[in-house]
């Protein structure tokens, strides 16, 4: 096994006394996209900011190819970023920003044929003097993840590049991200709260909760065999039963009446929404909460229960 | 109400077309005024303007005055932002409104009051005996060099630049120095990529706007000033006042001169920014 490319070692984060997040350790291989999900106000973002220099780590170390990245300058850190807004500079033309931070090392000539050709290559190239505000939003955010590739950083960050656009655009962007990135072998963190976003784009995810990383893993590895509570309810479909036990939501059914064999809980019938061609039933538990379940050819009913077969509940197996 | 419905727009544009007429309609006598030769129109005035020795010794004084005050107004409230404006929250900006509430004479008797040589200063110095003789004190008002003048209008103009460049400050994109910094930028690279562009049209218009109120205001230096060299408005005052009906028209040529030169200046200062202006009020920053 060859060393990590990127190695995160028990970093922290504190902001006044309060615990942004605790002891994170991880690493990369060079060209693999991490992505990182989990819920807003868990430190994603601040974890991103805090590798690229926007701001300070409490305690722990990176290190980049075997270098230490904390002990250099932001602007002498081999790390790229993208933002949420694609934060291109209003009053330049298209050519202009994505050759911006080229220019300030190589010099405007280089940096502008290096520019022209990148945009040529994710099709921007007829927008050149275009502005900003002539771009649409996928447009926008493609040349900001080309500015910020056009300096060949080791390493890339992504803060939710998508949450601005709408589904469509989202959709589309996405998948030309990955593919471009791949086509790059840029080694990158990607941050989301989108489960079905963390899946796409990345290689493994991480998920971070409650200021640590609860899980990281390949995506099938964390649907089908969340460590925990948390990661099962952020990042699987399933239902916990409690701190130990969960059931695969897809084996749940929904009855009229109560069973002897398995678990059940008496629930409400909301309403249904069809999937692939398999119809689903949303119901409000009675003891709280709301989960989605297969609704067979069940007709629908206001009252009844979630039935839990016995045989297919699980254990969490926290490492 | 079907009139007012369709003449809504016109009801709200009069008081708009009111100041227009007033200033525009002033501008329009004193401009016809200025040609009016003893038989009929006349550009004579103008070009007689500049065989007054006293006129040009006027618009260099006045120059002079109203480029250093401005100069050093813009430059001494522009660093007072710049340092401070990280620290001002929104309830601190009251107070850069104190000093506006008092009018340019009020602050020129004040500066009159206190720098002159029978003034509060040479007075408490010569009380607390650092100074022998009040004609010791240096002569800081009504001087030949203008210093009251100066100091009057850099002591009052401060305030106005600080009111003008406390928002555009408190309203940088912070997000760009953020992006500005991962794509390697320096401090300069910040301010000549966000900061000036953002600043700049904010600067231009207020430069224009003191120096122009320098360069035409009377109290001031009618106030502060010697009789010889004069500011140009005491000089055009003047002018206005004199028994001889040719200086009189020479005034209002005098006048339009300034306001054409002014206007020019604008003028093109706002074609030259416009796009930008337009280009940042587009940006996609948050905060």
Redesign the interface.
Known sequence: MSLPYLDVKSVSKTFDTNNIFTDLSFSLQKGEILSLAGPSGTGKSTLLRCI???DYFSQGEVMIEGSDLLNKQ???RP???V?Q????????TLLENVA??KK??DGKKQAYEMARSYLKEVGLDQQLNQ???ELSGGQ?QRAALV??LL?KPKLLLLDEPFSSLDPGLRKDLREWVRAFLKKEDMTSIFVTHDKEEAMLLGDRTAVMAEGRIQQIGYPEELYHSPQNALVASLYSDVIVLDKTRYCPAEKARWSSEKTVDGEWFAAEWVNETYHFGRRYAHVLLDGGGSITIPAGEQHSALKGYVIIPEDEIRYFHAQ | MKWRQTNGLILLLLPACAFLLLAGGSLLLAFMESVRGESGFSWTYYSALFDRRELVDSLLYSLIITFSSTLVSLAAGWLIVRSFYPFIDGNGKWMVWIPMLFPHFVWGYFVLLLLGQSGLISTFLLQTGLLEDRTLFPVLVQDQSGIGIFITYVWKEIPFVILMLLPVYLQLPK??K??N??????GA?WFK??EW?WVKPVMFETALIISAFVFTAYEVPGLLGVSYPQMTPVLAYEWFYSASQDERTMAFALLMFVALIFGTIALIGFALMNK?RM????????Y
Do not use: C, N, W
């Open positions: 690229a220099g926007l932001i602007k002498h790390v790229g970023m933002f807004q694609a934060l291109l500079f209003p009053h330049m911006y931070g300030l090392t502005y900003p505000h926008q500015r910020a300096l | 997000q760009f953020e992006v910094a991962v794509l390697g930028g320096s690279d990529t966000v562009p930008r280009l940042l009020s587009k940006s996609s920053h948050r």
